[in-house]
Nanobody, 114 residues
Framework: QVQLVESGGGLVQPGGSLRLSCAVSGFTFRWSVMSWYRQVPGKERELVAAIISGMTNYADSVKGRFTISRDNGKNTVFLQMNSLKPEDTGVYYC?????????WGQGTQVTVSS
């Protein structure tokens, strides 16, 4: 059974930082594309960052502020979020993809507000 469990969300003031984690089990993690998405009410889920084999990709809105990384030994992917803005608020989802299969976590809420 594939499981993706996100953690690390919460309430933070503008300019603050959070680090999200996504622990993966039941899936061949090492060669998978790992991604972070976020969604706000009334909008489609959007890609924030992705990583495979050390190559990364970021949405323009988070470049220079967010960093995605992975620990293949611990089957975990991270999203370090710095200089957070109110518009970064949303539910953040982790996705694992490989060989045409996709799996999603349950999401973790990030709220950026003073």
């Amino acid at each position: 059974q594939v499981q993706l469990v996100e953690s690390g969300g919460g309430l933070v003031q503008p300019g603050g930082s959070l680090r999200l984690s996504c622990a993966v089990s039941g899936f061949t993690f090492r060669w998978s594309v790992m991604s972070w998405y976020r969604q706000v009410p009334g909008k489609e889920r959007e890609l924030v960052a992705a990583i495979i084999s050390g190559m990364t990709n970021y949405a323009d809105s988070v470049k220079g502020r967010f960093t995605i990384s992975r620990d293949n030994g611990k089957n975990t992917v991270f999203l370090q979020m710095n200089s957070l803005k109110p518009e970064d608020t949303g539910v953040y989802y982790c996705k694992a993809a490989r060989g045409g299969l996709e799996y999603w976590g349950q999401g973790t809420q990030v709220t950026v507000s003073s």
